[in-house]
């Protein structure tokens, strides 16, 4: 079946850091790839989206490029900042969304 | 644009209970959307609904359903409340096109705490 494998958190980055959180996939067909984030005691945020294989997703200095070839889809920003603390979640869809276990991400001053 | 909105945003029941969750999804969104997301468990699919239909179930017992309204608003209900049901509820929703993967967007969940 479908599923989403991402990096085991959290990731603890001092403020200007890079950051990469992996994420692979298993699918079959041709899903659409997500990141959404979670901020404390809010809901799920999309935060970018790639649906075909080499799409490059991007959003508030974050990237992240849908690989085919190696089953991918990391999520990376070259500069992170304390508001970017948050869960990451990476999640394919078919005829509905599969998520990954989320990635804790802690940034400091 | 309002974006999808979730009522109660906290409740607390007792075990046995029954509980009704409300989402109004966002202008012009015909799907919606039921995920648990339960303490150590991660994101779990419930529920879609598209046009006042069920579409696809994820793999919960039958003390879980729901609807969908005309006006594309949906309801979760979940019978004899059990303490592993305590968790927070998210509803999104969709605009759906035949084949097409639309992105959901999410609203702010309900935290459901079984007592």
């Known amino acids: 079946g479908n599923s989403v494998t991402q990096m085991e958190g959290p990731v603890t980055l001092s403020e200007e850091a890079f950051l990469t959180i992996n994420c692979t996939y298993t699918a079959t067909g041709y899903p659409s790839l997500f990141w959404y984030v979670q901020y404390p005691g809010e809901g799920l945020q999309l935060l970018l989206k790639a649906t075909k294989a080499d799409d490059k997703g991007s959003n508030k200095g974050f990237e992240a490029t849908y690989r085919k070839e190696t089953t991918s889809f990391h999520l990376e920003k070259g500069s992170v900042q304390v508001s970017d603390s948050a869960v990451y979640f990476c999640?394919?869809?078919?005829?509905?969304?599969?998520f990954g276990t989320g990635t804790r991400l802690q940034v400091f001053p | 644009e309002a974006g999808v909105t979730q009522s109660p945003t906290h409740l607390i029941k007792t075990r046995g209970q029954q509980v009704t969750l409300r989402c109004s999804p966002i202008s012009g969104h015909t799907s919606v959307y039921w995920y648990q997301q339960a303490l150590g468990l991660g994101l779990q699919f419930l529920l879609w609904?598209?046009?006042?239909?069920?579409?696809n179930r994820g793999n919960f017992p039958p003390r879980f359903s729901g609807r969908q309204f005309p006006n594309y608003s949906s309801e979760l209900n979940v019978n004899a409340l059990e303490l592993e049901d305590s968790a927070l509820y998210l509803c999104?929703?969709?605009?759906?096109?035949?084949?097409?993967?639309?992105?959901?967007?999410f609203g702010d969940g309900t935290r459901l705490s079984i007592l």
């Open positions: 609904y598209d046009e006042g239909e069920e579409r």
């Open positions: 999640a394919l869809q078919t005829d509905k969304l599969i």
């Open positions: 999104a929703s969709s605009l759906y096109r035949q084949g097409g993967n639309q992105p959901q967007h």
